[in-house]
């Protein structure tokens, strides 16, 4: 079917695409934010591996359709067949092959790294043992199990405000989180399904009203970070924001006797809007749920009992 | 191109004293009609109606995302703006344009002279117009439309205030519910007609792939509708009645929604594209001359993308709750998807390789649309990694994505359709040059638009949101930028299509020297679409018979 010279010509194409895209599957780590936890270098490899793929499939077939845009247009009058062969069972199944073992090479190895991340812990429904044994021992199953942790920090997310409670006691509208050491995040919603998100640290996870949810997570990176809400949560969502520090120990410490003692009333943006709506070109007044106020932080009484 | 062959391939003499017979009556375009194509051409020009409207929406949107802060529109009317936009872009532009796109097309295609329940074809028809109006009337509600976005989960749909029985979400629920009424109706007969009412010799393994489409298309209507009927009108209950399904301040579970929800908006994904992969089969091998490649394979991936998409929809929710077997499994379910729709952009590609390209409008669009979805597939093989999705998840990662299927992929499917039948649908060629500026007005900018939220989601900026970061504002002013060229871009297009329906050239009956039934008719086809029921005797895509290949009289027509 084909010359000698139009296969060297398809192994140049192969090779020429396989190092476009493991070159761009590198620089895929720099469109990621700073990696701020173990997960999140996980996770950055995934996508690394995914793009070089990716990119792989995506030049290769849109190459062929170039080649022909390029080389074979017909002439306006031109009806006549285009080539004569009316499919080849070869190319069938080479081509079924093909996307079937490549999906199977993208399970696994999402696969394998979710078990490293081994980061959500629901109260544990279901425990499933695969046969796959890799990686750390603690990780061998798919476990809702989570690692153990040794800080416990309680998040309460309500419309629109993020507060924690921290293991002395004392609650706070900021994130602190000291540096390598797992935390576990005990997530609790108050009205409607919030999300919890920072970008640095790759993870995701909705926080249903009703159920508590834990979350572990490593953080590995100094430095200040924003916490936001992902889920849809009404009027103000785009709002829910609020800092997130990690920090090494001593300062964590530091901050945790240093806020027990003291009592805040924290800014909130969205009562703010709520009181004083900003100028905007069309003004349509409908309805919004008010923003309940702040509690005042450290009077030991958060409003989570749901 | 316009060679008038249809005597010397059909051998049908009496197609030229149909010719007239259905035109100059617009009229019945407005009235109530049993003929198929008649309400297949209300469908497709209610639903593009609907898409300009949506298609506003966006750009209000995207006008608002010009800048961080919120500044041209309040949170709440912002909120309704995208509730709306993605309502009326699903339910009343891309779903009911495909059921009108395969009313006209079907019974052509398998040689019917009509659909099975022509009186039921035209209810399922009308109750879409009222449901519309019924939508958009929310607008002037005195606390306005829906806000909770079109997923409409609870408890955030819930929350309405409490002194209004009638309010956006109500309205929003009724009308969805009877759009999904119609779609039910619609999809009994489509199945029906495919199933008893191809002509003789019309087996199914020579039926077109964009019958296969619909057919699978269709049944998932069928299996995986209830499930959303149900669960909207659980939500109307919670919402109007005092019911506690959803509401976990009383015992009930939000999350039950989620998976009826997506349990049927999954595969409503499916039933977007795969009649857009029909339209690639269609068109990818008349303007390449070739017969599609793989016929077989294609049409029964057609089949497994349809049978497998039934059970992948809690990778919607990989962060809802959801624990980690779970997670797991539906990871790969959904990469298994990958294999038949891979299978077909392969399929697509072997037609064109080594070919004779016509690259007219259908064509321009077919192919691009082809090339961006093998994009939207490679992202959604991405998504469906629970790791990265857990980290993209709910931020403009998911919306470029699925963007590139909904708009690059079966939007531009969809012109390339509207470009290819309508010498057919209306007996007139449109305006060749006027088609190409379409089809560069619509794929440069919407490259540029949909691109550029994948950047901004990886970076972590989340959807829905009315204002913004400062650091994400470059990468949305050319999103912005880009939304208001595609905007621009529907203007060619309306200006050729009425211009051409008035005073284009007349059409020849297979101007593209296609195969396929629908082309062995007159243009357009005549009440009872065949002068004689015919009789198939050949494997579709037929490309290199002679008969099609053999341009007789080559200065004929135009
Ligand atoms: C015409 C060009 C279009 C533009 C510029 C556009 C733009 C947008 C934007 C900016 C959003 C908001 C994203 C968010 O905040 O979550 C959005 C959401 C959406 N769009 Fe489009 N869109 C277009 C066409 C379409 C089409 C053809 C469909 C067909 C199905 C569609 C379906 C949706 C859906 C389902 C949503 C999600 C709404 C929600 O979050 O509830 N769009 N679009
Ligand atoms: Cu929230
Ligand atoms: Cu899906």
Redesign the interface.
Known sequence: MFSVFEYVLMAFYVAVLMIISRWIGQQAFSWMPPQATTEAQRVDDLFSFLVSIGVFIFLGLIGIMVYAIVFHRASPKDYSEGHPSRGDARLEILWTATPTLLVVWIALQSFNIYQQLNILGLNQIVHLHTPLESAPAYAATVSDVPKPASETIDVFAKQWDWSFRYPNNVTSNQLHLPINRSTRLNLQAQDVIHGFYVPEFRLKQDIVPGRKINLVLTPIREGKYRLKDSQFSGTYFALMETDVYVESLDKYNQWLTQTANSEQTPANQAVAENIQPPKTLFNSGWYTVAPAQPAVANKRKLTNDT | ?THDLSEDITGDQESKNYQNKSENTWREYFSFNTDHKVIGVQYMVMTFIFFLIGGLLAMLIRAELLTP?????????Y??LFTMHGTIMIFLWIIPFNAGLSNYLVPLMIGARDMSFPLLNAISFWILPPAGLLLLSSFFLP??TA???WWS?P??SL???GDQFINGEFIWIVSLVLIGISSIMGAVNFVTTIFWMRAPGMTFFRMPVFVWSVFSAQLLQLINLPALTAALILLLFDLSFGTQFFK??A?G???IYQHLFWFYSHPAVYIMALPAFGIFAEVLPAF????L???R?VAIATLGIAAVSIFVWVHHMF???????M??TF??TS??V??P???K???W??T????????ETPMLFA?GG??MF??GG??G??L?????D??V???YFVVGHFHYIVFNTITMAIFAAIYYWFPKITGRMYAEGWGKLHFWLTFIPANITFFSMH?LG???M????????PQYQGWNVIASLGSFLLGASTLPFIANMVGSWLYGPKAVNNPW?ATGLEWTTSSPPPPENFQEIPVVTKPPYD??DPK????LD?DNGE
């Open positions: 191109m802060e919120s500044n041209l529109v309040d949170r709440p009317l909120n309704g606390n306005g806000q909770a976005g989960y408890p955030i929350q309405v205030p976990p301040d015992n579970d939000p999350i390449s001359r070739n017969p490649f793989g016929y394979s962060t809802s709750a959801t624990p980690g077997w997670r797991m990871m790969a990469m298994l990958a294999i729709t891979g299978i952009a392969f399929a590609t072997a064109i390789w080594r070919s004779k390209l016509h690259l192919m082809a090339a093998i994009f490679v992202t093989v991405m469906a990694a629970t790791p990265f857990i980290h998840n709910n931020t950047p990886l970076q972590g989340l959807r829905r949101v009315s204002s913004y970061d020297h490309y290199g099609y290949s053999v341009v080559a």
